[in-house]
């Protein structure tokens, strides 16, 4: 079984942004892009 790591994300208007600054944040405390951490495609 293969371990798959999948970001999700909800909202729109004011929660888009939360959800955007909690990407950069993520990315920034990690030193990386999302889409070498997140798999970006599903088989």
Do not use: H, K, W
């Not at 994300?9 to 600054?21: K, P, R, W």
């Not at 990315?27 to 970006?40: A, G, Q, V, W, Y």
Request: some cysteine; proline content about 2%.
């Amino acid at each position: 079984m293969t371990t798959r790591n999948i970001l999700a994300l909800d909202g729109g208007g004011m929660y888009g942004v939360v959800s955007l600054e909690a990407c950069i944040a993520i990315e920034t405390r990690l030193n990386r892009p999302l889409r070498e951490i997140f798999d970006n495609q599903l088989s």
